[in-house]
């Protein structure tokens, strides 16, 4: 029997730089290794989405549109995916849905294959929409399960779930470990359930972060469970609160009953250019190499250093352990959101002003919304108690439907509000680019034309730096001005090395 | 059905400080946590051995059988281990029986329960007397399989290389996989081997580093394959060359039909206890996070680099291309040895001189002893040629009987050159001592009187580095006063940022 053959989504060119180096790649860094990615036989490559668009127009002077037109051009055969936030798309509120359609159709125009559609809250109400946007222009629609772990969430709803992702109109469902919290046994549970339950042919896709240490193992299981698709970052991209190294997920199944047929060959090619490009950011990376708190916490680590620098602000920094036993008891009020953002930080800020004024003496405006159900339903209920407080101190009523539905058609002004910046190109693309980040994207319009920046490092600086450190014992390098007083007398002095 | 207890060997206090920071960590670092670790419930703590005895007397000043008798005394409820290099002991060349029978009876003596022992070419002929005097004096004798792989290599091979050992006293097998290359499916399939053909309460412990970042996916295929205990490294201690992490272990059982049972508030304990002294290490540190290319190179880590800097320091850094085709010509005229140390140096460096020198033009007298079976059998033929060509050069005469059985006994003359030695203590320890590294020894014994030294960092330097390499370009940061004395007169200047 020749094995069968497991799909992979490297997400070196999205999820790996946001994970490990705060998403802050340039392009110039990306293109000279596309071919070899379009080449490997992956089954989808992540390019685009989740935070990238946000850190292009923020960090990096790019235009999102034209990176994800050049990925298209570079990678002619390649399935390109994306990450989308469902109704709210890319940004941090909810949109109108003739703005969630635009922004599918110009993503689809501009090459998107892959729509992976998730939601923070696990609400289906706020993914629907931009599923069926995706269906109608004829591209992939992958339904997302954001996993977690509380009493209320067990196997058997994470089955169902699947199911309501499959009606509307999925055609894979991806299980979203963002934590690193999937353990092998349930990854094997779910995937072997929803097979079970909606057919052998379900397309099932697992993403793992691999923070904890333990999720190459869990893919492992969800592939012996039958998943059809994992993800994995080259090798020199990954692990911490990356992802699982590719090449070690081609070795883990030699001699099973599994393949995954990618060209070794230019893995390591893809790996070397990665390595060589790595050092440029390192300092934007994360010090995390392994982290099996998150299991006993279920706070992720990102949650985690955002608490104690709010803490440390207000000169509490020696009160974390109390946030972190608070944390639970504001998630359960919450009904059990899953800690993605944005939730993780709206609990998260909510146990911070808990522990610092007493619990709910003073509710966010956010955490106030949540418990009114502008974010949408929870699994768990909320509790009613702090919905009342939350009506009464935002003046505004608790809400079951749809948080959507009470938008108003919005396209139009958006377009007006576009017209009137300077450097706007006059595209249904820059409208979108307003609409998501409008307090950035007037900025960018206007510099656009500079052209993109890197903000890595470039070999010459950290060839210095590293000459710099080992001889940080000798004083002076290069000319220095310094003002010397001798017998009460000042001087600006320069001094060189002789 | 309860779950299956599965057995962890802890290896924090020896290879994990191994295998990341050049065997360095000082005594005083461990003695703080070692109530703990005794108190978690590992199946054994493995602590002694390896080069940590080496590394003791030559960068410690540390007598490394008082470091056996406090980790005795400080864990009065755990097995202790040892790694044992068989014939070899801890030391690099082939000793006679009795002195092996000594240094085993004498380890035994200051604490040590459970001694694995093994052989780099695993020549059952090298490790018969150590288990032999291990079962004498009633201790755990566990006989090791160095895992490696070659077109003679074979699952059916491994299970009976077990069986000798079993023959041999073994109490239990290890599976040793030093290089990390040892894959899921052939875990699995030696384990139940091993377990089909000896039967199911044939103890089989699994020890991998996590260098290629697939081997905790080894332990689980392992584990559901009946293995018996794994070894791991507490999380602040793992990964890299190093070991899986302890608490992913745990983790990653959840929920299966297996259990290791530990104390996770304990295990907390110990890694933040060593989370705290590891960046007191970090200029020993490796910098290798995961490299797959031992999958297709065969070359470990450490021989790569070992084999550059040959390279350099002969002008030829940019021939290591060639060097690495090399290897597998030079493993394969040896029969095919598991690259290990010393086999690794040994194949390595006469692969270098092929290449600098043409091949086999200059042989080393390494491998000329390797080739004359002067370390003992290979899995496969030694190229006859070269055996001719080794006898010629060295006027030696090639073997096929067991190395040791040459040696004429030495313990009298061992005891006597010791006697010789300033600060001799008297003990058959510090005969053994000496004996294993006569190169060394008689300095520490000198020295050892003013105490162990650790050349780990202290807080206030590590504190001090930090603020340099953050200030690095700015030179004077804060007023300063010197003398300044030209031309014969002195002055005091205060000098500070203009």
Chains 1, 2 share one sequence.
Not at 65 to 90: A, D, H, I, V, Y
Not at 283 to 288: D, L, N, P
Not at 417 to 443: I, K, M, R, W, Y
């Amino acid at each position: 029997m020749s094995p069968r053959k497991i799909g992979v989504t490297e997400v070196a060119l999205r999820d790996a730089h946001q994970s490990l180096m705060a998403t802050r790649m340039a392009m110039e860094d990306m293109v000279g290794i596309c071919e070899e990615i379009d080449q490997a036989g992956f089954w989808s490559v992540e390019c685009w989405g989740g935070a990238t668009f946000d850190s292009c127009i923020r960090f990096l002077n790019e235009d999102p549109w034209e990176r994800l037109r050049t990925f298209r051009k570079l990678m002619p055969n390649s399935r390109l995916q994306m990450l989308l936030r469902g109704q709210n798309l890319l940004g941090y509120r909810h949109y109108e849905d003739m703005v969630v359609d635009k922004f599918v159709e110009k993503s689809a125009e501009n090459g998107m294959d892959v729509f992976r559609v998730f939601d923070a809250l696990n609400d289906p109400r706020n993914l629907e929409r931009a599923m069926r946007a995706v269906t109608k222009v004829g591209k992939h629609a992958q339904g997302t399960i954001c996993y977690t772990v509380s009493p209320l969430h067990t196997v058997e709803g994470y089955i169902e779930q699947a199911g309501r992702l499959l009606d509307m109109g999925a055609e894979s469902i991806c299980i979203k470990d963002m934590a690193a919290l999937l353990k092998p046994q349930p990854a094997y549970d779910i995937v072997k359930g929803i097979k079970d339950t909606y057919g052998a042919d379900t397309q099932i896709n697992v993403h793992c972060h691999s923070t904890t240490g333990v999720t190459l193992v869990t893919l492992m299981k969800a592939i012996e469970a039958g998943a059809d698709v994992v993800d994995t970052a080259i090798s020199s991209m990954s692990l911490g609160p990356g992802h699982n190294p590719t090449e070690s997920l081609v070795e883990m199944l030699e001699g099973t009953e599994y393949d995954t047929d990618l060209d070794m060959d230019r893995l390591i090619k893809i790996r070397d250019h990665f390595k060589a490009v790595r050092p440029k950011y390192a300092e934007f990376e994360s010090k995390t190499l392994v982290d099996t708190n998150i299991f006993l916490s279920q706070i992720p680590g990102g949650m985690l250093s955002n608490m104690e620098s709010q803490l440390r602000a207000q000169g509490a920094g020696d009160r974390i352990d109390e946030v972190m036993r608070e944390v639970p008891v504001v998630r359960k009020d919450a009904g059990y959101p899953p800690l993605v953002t944005p939730s993780s930080q709206i609990v998260g800020t909510q146990a911070v002003f808990n522990v610092l004024m007493g619990r709910y003496k003073v509710m966010t405006a956010e955490f106030a919304d949540l418990m009114l159900g502008y974010y949408g339903e929870c699994i768990g209920e909320r509790n009613p108690e702090l919905i009342e407080q939350a009506a009464a101190q935002t003046k505004k009523e608790a809400i079951t439907g749809r948080p959507a539905d009470l938008l108003e058609p919005e396209w139009d002004k958006l377009v007006e509000q576009a017209q009137g910046l300077e450097g706007f190109d006059g595209s249904d693309e820059d409208v979108l680019t307003n609409a998501l980040f409008p307090g950035v994207a007037p900025g960018f319009f206007k510099t656009r034309k500079d052209g993109p920046k890197n903000v890595g490092k470039t070999a010459e600086q950290l060839a210095k730096e590293k000459e710099q450190a080992s001889g940080a014992a000798q004083a002076v390098r290069e000319p220095i001005q310094y003002k010397v007083t001798v017998g009460g007398r000042s001087q600006t002095v320069k001094v060189e090395p002789a």
